[in-house]
């Protein structure tokens, strides 16, 4: 394999290399990004601040008539403790979480905060 350095007419430094060699650097790269990925993923489940929905939980989720109402019953939280946390009235959260209404995304953030989870911002058609 011929590797040649050399410089710009500016003066970088630069590396001429076949292309494949290139390509396999690259990925390279992009494994050691994902492997740096999957280790700070696994602290997280370790420390207890991500989690893992298994296949029941998956189906029940896709069940749900919303996001809101799955993760409200995963958590095993009443309405009405979940609209105190989160500042809202109860009405209001039995509402969105039949898919009777929908939120603005403070609403969602808040909701989603109370249940301890990152998002509850529904997806747009």
């Given at each position: 394999?011929?590797?040649?350095?050399t410089r710009?007419p500016?003066?970088?430094?630069?590396?001429?290399?076949?292309?494949?060699?290139?390509?396999?650097?690259?990925?390279?790269?992009?494994?050691?990004?994902?492997?740096?990925?999957?280790?700070?993923?696994?602290?997280?489940?370790?420390?207890?601040?991500?989690?893992?929905?298994?296949?029941?939980?998956?189906?029940?989720?896709?069940?749900?008539?919303?996001?809101?109402?799955?993760?409200?019953?995963?958590?095993?939280?009443?309405?009405?403790?979940?609209?105190?946390?989160?500042?809202?009235?109860?009405?209001?959260?039995?509402?969105?979480?039949?898919?009777?209404?929908?939120?603005?995304?403070?609403?969602?953030?808040?909701?989603?905060?109370?249940?301890?989870?990152?998002?509850?911002?529904?997806?747009?058609?």
């Open positions: 394999m011929t590797i040649v350095r710009t500016s003066g970088e430094a630069i590396v001429i290399l076949p292309e494949a060699e290139f390509e396999r650097l690259r990925d390279l790269a992009k494994e050691a990004v994902d492997a740096r990925t999957l280790a700070a993923s696994l602290a997280r489940l370790q420390a207890g601040d991500e989690e893992l929905l298994g296949e029941n939980d998956l189906d029940a989720l896709r069940a749900a008539p919303t996001p809101l109402a799955f993760w409200r019953s995963k958590r095993a939280v009443s309405t009405s403790d979940l609209a105190r946390q989160a500042g809202v009235p109860e009405e209001l959260v039995n509402a969105v979480e039949r898919g009777e209404s929908i939120g603005d995304v403070r609403l969602y953030r808040r909701l989603a905060r109370a249940l301890g989870i990152e998002d509850l911002v529904p997806d747009t058609p």
